[in-house]
């Protein structure tokens, strides 16, 4: 799996739990619980959904390194 | 037609999930309604047949208006007979198209899409939204969304003004140290997949209802100017719904369950509110509220009770802060927890012994389990 397939399976999910959020509202760098109003339960299910496409398990001791769309993007790819 | 809220008068039954001559149990799925929370499903109360549905779908029904008649087992044949005769008169006034089949989606785009079901033929007897949507002349789909945005703010509005007007609120508020309870639930989740993983706030919510098992006067209701303790706890969770509003239905039962079940119960709260897929057992029971704004960074909440409940407790974020511990100076994950209380029912000390057990459970996290 590519970076850019990873980046896009991600943002699939995001728009799944926040219909209405437009692909250019989600910026690399940006948080994506505060600056997408996702909460923890969304973001559960986000890494729930990646999980089970990837077989990648964020323990939640590495939260902090997949909270933007960049660091997420990279997390999975350096665990596939 | 049930009142799925305070500020409720009217609401258009989508549905029947029974026909007439069906045995229904206490706690079964009769119908659904849209309301302007979205879509409810109906409980029925009580153990009979189903006599008589009184209402065809689509009808809009104001609040206490019969919907069917239940006869249980014990009910004289002749108490039955006497409705009959009015529902009768009411049958005879349906139109045509209150007698086409059509799936309740199909329905709701038709009202939306302004296409006249006449002229569609039945496909396998029944209407098809995809029917609809292919003959609608032109999509017209901001109005009707407007429209059911407009009636929750208006809904809110109500309940929010009766209560700043008829509550005198108290407001109470604690730190908490956060960090026992966060560790623990880390050591649980680490043992757990990700699927079972529990959100701290599951953990606040358990803790809430273990709290008022010991304070039980802050959960129940301020009706017929006096105090109402409900001995179930049906804590209605704050859910914020993407675009605006908020709905908080009820953690049905929430002193029957542990930590997972709590967990579990609320996942599939939130899925459901979202999908607005509530029961109305939901939107009516609730006996407290909880509202948590900490995941938008929030420090303080201070709530508006919804009424009749006497209290909501709010939930800040968590944060990073410095704590005091004996005579070192440390940083722990700090929490204030707020509490708002109607001042006919309880006074300041009630609230103070809550805030305090809330305290202490989530000192010793372990017995939230």
Same mark, same amino acid.
């Given at each position: 799996?590519?970076?850019?397939?990873? $980046?896009?399976?991600?943002?699939e999910q995001i728009l799944e739990v926040a219909p209405d959020i437009s692909v250019d509202e989600i910026t690399p760098d940006g948080s994506l619980q505060r600056s997408l109003e996702i909460d923890s339960f969304d973001?559960? $299910?986000?890494?729930t959904a990646m999980h089970e496409k990837t077989g990648v398990e964020v323990p939640e001791s590495d939260y902090a390194k997949v909270a933007t769309l960049e660091s997420m993007t990279g997390y999975f790819a350096a665990h596939l | 037609m049930p009142s799925l809220g305070a500020d409720m008068e009217s609401a258009v039954l989508m549905e029947w999930h029974v026909k007439e001559g069906d045995a229904v149990k206490k706690g079964?799925?009769?119908?659904?309604?849209?309301?302007s929370k979205g879509v409810i499903e109906i409980e029925v109360f009580e153990e009979g047949i189903v006599e008589k549905l009184l209402v065809t779908p689509e009808t809009e029904c104001s609040v206490g208006m019969p919907l069917?008649?239940?006869?249980?087992?014990?009910?004289?044949?002749?108490?039955t007979e006497e409705t009959k005769h009015e529902t009768i008169t009411k049958e005879q006034n349906l139109s045509h198209e209150e007698r086409i089949k059509i799936s309740p989606a199909a329905h709701k785009r038709a009202d939306e899409l302004g296409v006249d079901l006449n002229k569609i033929t039945p496909l396998e007897g029944v209407i098809q939204l995809s029917q609809v949507e292919a003959v609608a002349p032109t999509k017209v789909e901001a109005p009707k969304h407007a429209e059911a945005k407009e009636g929750m703010r208006q809904a809110i509005a109500a309940a929010m003004s009766r209560?700043?007007?008829?509550?005198?609120h108290y407001y109470l508020a604690t730190s908490i140290n956060m960090t026992p309870a966060l560790e623990y639930l880390q050591e649980l989740n680490r043992e757990r997949s990700i699927k079972e993983r529990i959100l701290p706030i599951a953990l606040l919510i358990r803790a809430v209802v273990?709290?008022?098992k010991e304070v039980p006067q802050l959960n129940g209701f301020w009706q017929n100017s006096e105090m109402q303790i409900s001995k179930e706890i049906h804590p209605g969770i704050a859910i914020a719904l993407r675009g605006g509003g908020l709905i908080t239905p009820a953690l049905i039962d929430a002193q029957n369950m542990n930590l997972s079940d709590t967990m579990n119960a609320l996942s599939e709260?939130?899925?459901r509110t979202r999908s607005r897929k509530l029961r109305s057992g939901e939107m009516t029971k609730q006996t407290i509220t909880i509202t948590n704004l900490g995941d938008l960074g929030v420090e303080s909440v201070y709530g508006v009770i919804y009424p009749p409940q006497l209290a909501i407790v709010g939930f800040g974020a968590i944060m990073e802060k410095p704590w005091a511990e004996g005579d070192a100076l440390c940083v722990r994950k700090v929490?204030?927890?707020?509490l708002a209380g109607d001042h006919r029912a309880t006074d300041g000390r009630i609230g103070a012994l809550f805030l305090e057990k809330l305290n202490q459970y989530l000192q010793k996290p372990e017995e939230l389990l």
């Amino acid at each position: 799996m590519t970076k850019d397939e990873i $980046k896009r399976m991600i943002i699939e999910q995001i728009l799944e739990v926040a219909p209405d959020i437009s692909v250019d509202e989600i910026t690399p760098d940006g948080s994506l619980q505060r600056s997408l109003e996702i909460d923890s339960f969304d973001f559960l $299910k986000i890494l729930t959904a990646m999980h089970e496409k990837t077989g990648v398990e964020v323990p939640e001791s590495d939260y902090a390194k997949v909270a933007t769309l960049e660091s997420m993007t990279g997390y999975f790819a350096a665990h596939l | 037609m049930p009142s799925l809220g305070a500020d409720m008068e009217s609401a258009v039954l989508m549905e029947w999930h029974v026909k007439e001559g069906d045995a229904v149990k206490k706690g079964q799925i009769i119908a659904e309604v849209e309301t302007s929370k979205g879509v409810i499903e109906i409980e029925v109360f009580e153990e009979g047949i189903v006599e008589k549905l009184l209402v065809t779908p689509e009808t809009e029904c104001s609040v206490g208006m019969p919907l069917a008649i239940i006869v249980s087992s014990s009910e004289s044949i002749a108490q039955t007979e006497e409705t009959k005769h009015e529902t009768i008169t009411k049958e005879q006034n349906l139109s045509h198209e209150e007698r086409i089949k059509i799936s309740p989606a199909a329905h709701k785009r038709a009202d939306e899409l302004g296409v006249d079901l006449n002229k569609i033929t039945p496909l396998e007897g029944v209407i098809q939204l995809s029917q609809v949507e292919a003959v609608a002349p032109t999509k017209v789909e901001a109005p009707k969304h407007a429209e059911a945005k407009e009636g929750m703010r208006q809904a809110i509005a109500a309940a929010m003004s009766r209560s700043n007007a008829e509550i005198p609120h108290y407001y109470l508020a604690t730190s908490i140290n956060m960090t026992p309870a966060l560790e623990y639930l880390q050591e649980l989740n680490r043992e757990r997949s990700i699927k079972e993983r529990i959100l701290p706030i599951a953990l606040l919510i358990r803790a809430v209802v273990l709290s008022l098992k010991e304070v039980p006067q802050l959960n129940g209701f301020w009706q017929n100017s006096e105090m109402q303790i409900s001995k179930e706890i049906h804590p209605g969770i704050a859910i914020a719904l993407r675009g605006g509003g908020l709905i908080t239905p009820a953690l049905i039962d929430a002193q029957n369950m542990n930590l997972s079940d709590t967990m579990n119960a609320l996942s599939e709260l939130i899925t459901r509110t979202r999908s607005r897929k509530l029961r109305s057992g939901e939107m009516t029971k609730q006996t407290i509220t909880i509202t948590n704004l900490g995941d938008l960074g929030v420090e303080s909440v201070y709530g508006v009770i919804y009424p009749p409940q006497l209290a909501i407790v709010g939930f800040g974020a968590i944060m990073e802060k410095p704590w005091a511990e004996g005579d070192a100076l440390c940083v722990r994950k700090v929490m204030r927890a707020t509490l708002a209380g109607d001042h006919r029912a309880t006074d300041g000390r009630i609230g103070a012994l809550f805030l305090e057990k809330l305290n202490q459970y989530l000192q010793k996290p372990e017995e939230l389990l």
